[in-house]
């Protein structure tokens, strides 16, 4: 198919960033990460997610996991699956 068609966006740069270097580690550039997001526009015949607003708690969790606040951590991916499994 012909990529003749530009779009141009402003974006926060922190965002943009995190962005890429997800993107980046799974091989993907960002225009296609683009061109994929729009597709899925089109097969869903609209946003291709959920987008609401949260609850109160998770709102007041998301604020306090932003501020690096009671955070539960663990050393490795084997001791969580040992938490998450007892």
Request: glycine fraction near 4%; avoid cysteine.
């Amino acid at each position: 198919m012909n990529k003749a068609a530009t779009i141009q966006a402003r974006v926060d740069p922190v965002t943009k960033s995190q962005a890429q270097q997800i993107l980046s580690a799974l091989g993907m550039p960002m225009s296609e990460a683009i061109s994929v997001y729009l597709k899925q526009i089109i097969y869903h015949r609209g946003i291709p997610f959920a987008i609401e607003l949260p609850n109160k708690l998770t709102e007041e969790t998301l604020i306090k996991a932003e501020k690096g606040q009671e955070l539960h951590r663990v050393s490795g991916l084997d001791e969580l699956i040992q938490e998450i499994e007892a």
